[in-house]
Each structure stands twice: as C-alpha cells, then as structure tokens.
C-alpha cells in the first residue's frame, strides 16, 4: 500500500513560480503528477522513475517544469516555473508500482495510487 500527501499549490501570477511536493509513503516505482482543469480530462505532467531518476515529462512542460525525486526523505517535487493559465487546475500526486521503459507515454492507467489533490491557479 502506498501512501501520498501533496503539499504546495495556490495562487500565482502569469510567469510566475509554484513548487508541489510529494510525501511518498511505502513501495513505489514511479512517482508522478497528473493535472485536471474543471470539464477536463485528467492529464499527465511528469514522472519521476525511483531507482535512477529517469525523467518523464508532457511536451508543453519541457522547459518550464522539473520533476525530481529524494528517496532519503520520500519525496517527490514538481518546480513550476514561467506558468500560464493554462496550467491552472487540481494537480494530483500519483504513484505506481512499475518502473516503465524511457520512451514510455505514460497515463493514468500506469499508477495505481492517488494523492488527493491540490489547486494551482494561475492567473493572466
């Protein structure tokens, strides 16, 4: 059984910067965060595999967005930086058992835990 808890998220200027983090509690191969907006669908945003480090990220993120992982302390941050309304939404922390290959398109299907939640809301 794996365990989350968010922490971060809140109000932010256009091109401004927001840090979420992770808690991770118990066995997981990959860490992640996916972001839905209000009538939208859940979508992918990064992914941290556990053991190396390997970085998965959604193409409208490179550039602006770093994921990384602290197996010392359990955690897992998602810097936002440069961020636009369209980045406004509850950014959820996800966990999954598996360790996927670097090419892999992840999706919510690959995690099997789910944090709560937390709003980011960006405004213009």
């Known amino acids: 059984q794996v365990q989350l808890e968010e922490s971060g998220g809140g109000l932010v200027q256009a091109g401004g910067s927001l840090r979420l983090s992770c808690a991770v509690s118990?066995?997981?191969?990959?860490v992640g965060w996916f972001r839905q907006a209000p009538g939208n669908e859940r979508e992918f945003v990064a992914a941290v595999r556990r053991f190396d480090g390997q970085v998965y990220l959604r193409q409208s993120v490179k550039g602006r967005f770093t994921i990384a992982r602290d197996n010392a302390k359990n955690t897992v941050t998602l810097q936002m930086s440069s961020l636009t309304p369209e980045d406004t939404g509850a950014y959820f922390c996800?966990?999954?058992?598996?360790?996927?290959?670097?090419?892999?398109?992840?999706?919510?299907?690959?995690?099997?835990?789910w944090g709560q939640g937390t709003q980011v809301t960006v405004s213009s």
């Open positions: 118990g066995r997981a191969g990959t």
């Open positions: 996800a966990a999954g058992s598996r360790s996927f290959i670097a090419s892999m398109k992840l999706e919510a299907s690959h995690f099997d835990y």
